[in-house]
């Protein structure tokens, strides 16, 4: 949720603490480290805190912009809740979400990648001090952080000469396989990084598998195979922080199953197209589009029978009923933006999780 404050409110310069990280505390509490910097200020390194929560929970935070205090705010840290228990604290700076720097965007645009991000969300934050004291010094914040920490679906057809891609690890060793990627082969064509950590295999993770259980999946896997793929910096990363690549913070740039966003403005008949509640392939309850007529608004925006609806203007409709998604479409009189997946697209997805 976002709150735009309109009087004059002075972020509170904080001490900063160091935290220790112990492993036994939960994934989610990494060490703050200080640097000293040339003018004897002190900034700390940035946390990064990987928030999980139920589809009808809220992550437990306030997103403000505030009239003088620099940077989207963390607010109102819910007493137990999901951002308090990670360790978010009042007064933070969010830096970045899913790993898309955001310090330099619009704060409704934040929000709403947010709130796009579903029920997981990885934040990068810096304490306040430590976020002024590196404003008052000039430096890029975004230079602070690792430039990519997402790891990436990759969806690959074999070809008569197999899937293009090599599994080695240490012997004895369950769950821990790097890729060889054949040059030009299909792993290569499909986007996995050479020397890249496989992390799942058709959506279940692999860290309880030996060589040969992972080799079996894949020739079960028939002519397709999709891997979840960390390369070394994003295994690292995660690994030092303490938390878990999930398929929920991939990069989806190589997939061939594309969300697609359409924007429509009423006509005279309206959007033309009739919205129906029924069950997802999750098994969970969906949004469908259905009854799309030939030339009016939602046709002409690429509108297809049996597309499931996603978000409204930019906000997920996860957990909403059929009457409340019908009152997010007509929130605007004259015009709307859905964002919509094909019934393929939605089974790939579902399939790894």
Request: hydrophobic share 35%.
């Amino acid at each position: 949720a976002a709150m735009k404050q309109t009087k004059g409110l002075e972020g509170d310069k904080k001490s900063i603490i160091k935290f220790e990280f112990n492993p036994k505390d939960g994934i989610d509490n990494p060490a703050l480290s200080l640097t000293e910097d040339t003018d004897g200020e002190a900034v700390g390194e940035p946390r990064f805190y990987l928030l999980s929560k139920g589809s009808m929970e809220t992550f437990g935070f306030y997103l403000n912009e505030e009239l003088g205090c620099q940077g989207h705010v963390i607010r109102q840290v819910k007493l137990g809740g999901l951002a308090q228990r990670r360790g978010l604290q009042d007064g933070d700076r969010l830096l970045q979400v899913n790993g898309h720097f955001v310090d330099h965007m619009d704060h409704h645009r934040v929000v709403q990648k947010i709130k796009a991000s579903g029920n997981q969300v990885l934040l990068a934050v810096l304490d306040g001090g430590s976020y002024e004291a590196a404003k008052a010094l000039g430096r890029d914040l975004s230079q602070m952080l690792p430039a990519d920490i997402r790891p990436r679906l990759c969806h690959i057809t074999r070809d008569k000469s197999g899937f293009g891609f090599s599994v080695s690890g240490p012997e004895g060793v369950k769950g821990t396989f790097q890729l060889s990627v054949q040059q030009d082969g299909p792993a290569e064509r499909a986007g996995v990084p050479p020397g890249s950590w496989l992390l799942e295999l058709n959506g279940a993770s692999v860290s309880n598998y030996s060589h040969t259980q992972l080799t079996r999946k894949l020739k079960q896997s028939g002519s397709k195979v999709t891997l979840l793929v960390a390369s070394s910096a994003v295994e690292e990363f995660y690994r030092l922080h303490g938390l878990r690549a999930t398929a929920a913070l991939a990069d989806t740039s190589w997939l061939p199953f594309k969300v697609r966003e359409l924007h429509m403005v009423k006509g005279p008949a309206g959007y033309g197209f009739l919205l129906k509640e029924d069950d997802c392939s999750s098994g969970a309850t969906g949004q469908f589009l259905w009854d799309v007529d030939a030339g009016l608004p939602a046709d002409q925006a690429g509108m297809k029978e049996g597309d499931r609806l996603l978000a409204v203007n930019g906000e997920s409709v996860e957990g909403l009923d059929h009457q409340q998604t019908v009152l997010r479409i007509r929130a605007r009189d004259d015009q709307v933006t859905l964002l919509v997946i094909d019934p393929a697209g939605d089974e790939f997805y579902h399939s790894v999780g």
